[in-house]
């Protein structure tokens, strides 16, 4: 009886290393996958360096981009001058030896990364889901769809408004009249690429928020609870990085201060749901 329960331990140790190793082997291929795909676009993003750079990642500190020239049109129809942003484009100086390659080559790989991350978090989901039971499967249906979504809303908002803002704020600022902005490549490129990135992940909140309400570390009361600090913060952050008006930080500040209540609506039909299966 005891080499019989022995057999069957080392059985069930031999299948748990097993186990171990086929899902290693699975998400191997996930990555290689995911990898392959971050590459190509890399490489078609750093082949097309005029477009990308002329016309996307250059475009916010110029007179001519969308965002400035609708900010100039209200600073005439309410007469705010202030509200007229980057009417001087920021100059921007390269004071390394391979500064605009290195560069180059970084802006190639964080616009692949941007432009696969639908297909990431596919590949991310085709992982997880085999280990999901039927109930979790049905509840995060269209989940990669939405994760999806919502980054690229919050890209799009770092970079057409958020970025803009930031760059006439940042660029302009001065201690004193005698010391001149020259804003190095790589200094604009990190600010740029930081605010459009983070702003993508910050507008995944309600599905973070989704998924802790359910494991229950997190509540409609704590998030309610610290309502006001969230809204400081917002004000607060608004305010440094737009001109000094109300219109511009209604205009940042409202999307985000939506998307926290939102968080709010959804962490408490979680903690109702599970009140009602305990």
């Keep these: ?9 080392q059985q069930v140790s031999q299948d748990e290393v097993m186990s171990f190793w086929s899902h290693l082997d699975v998400l191997r291929n996930h990555l290689i996958r995911a990898f392959i795909t971050v590459v190509i676009l890399a490489i078609i993003a750093f082949l097309n360096k005029e477009f990308i750079f002329d016309n996307i990642i250059l475009a916010p500190k110029e007179p001519w981009f969308i ?5 100039c049109k209200l600073a005439g129809i309410l007469s705010i001058p202030a509200l007229c942003i980057n009417i001087e484009p920021v100059k921007i100086i390269n004071i390394e030896m391979a500064g605009q390659f290195t560069t180059h080559i970084l802006v190639s790989v964080i ?13 991310l989901w085709r992982f997880i889901r085999p ?4 109930a979790e499967k049905s509840s995060s249906r269209g989940a990669v769809l939405i994760m999806s979504a919502l980054f690229l809303t919050g890209v799009l908002f770092g970079f057409f408004l958020i970025s803009p803002l930031a760059i ?19 200094s604009y490129i990190t600010t740029v690429t930081t605010i459009t990135f983070g702003i993508g992940l910050l507008f995944e909140l309600p599905i973070l928020v989704y998924f802790f ?11 309610r609870k610290h309502r ?5 913060i917002i004000i607060a952050l608004s305010a440094i990085i737009t001109p000094p008006d109300v219109i511009s930080q209604v205009l940042v500040g409202l999307p985000i201060l939506l998307l926290y209540e939102l968080s709010i609506i959804i962490s408490h039909r979680v903690y109702k749901k599970r009140r009602l299966k305990s």
Excluded: C, H
């Design 213 to 223: 309400s359910k494991t229950g570390l997190l509540t409609p009361q704590i998030m």
């Design 228 to 232: 006001k600090v969230a809204i400081v």
């Design 1 to 9: 009886m005891k080499n019989s329960g022995e057999n069957i331990d």
């Design 67 to 71: 965002t400035n020239r609708v900010f």
């Design 131 to 134: 280990a999901l039971k039927p």
């Design 111 to 123: 616009g692949a990364i941007i432009v696969a991350i639908p297909y990431l978090l596919w590949e």
């Design 168 to 186: 006439n704020f940042l660029g302009s600022y001065q201690v004193s009249g005698l010391v001149e902005n020259q804003i190095a490549l790589r």
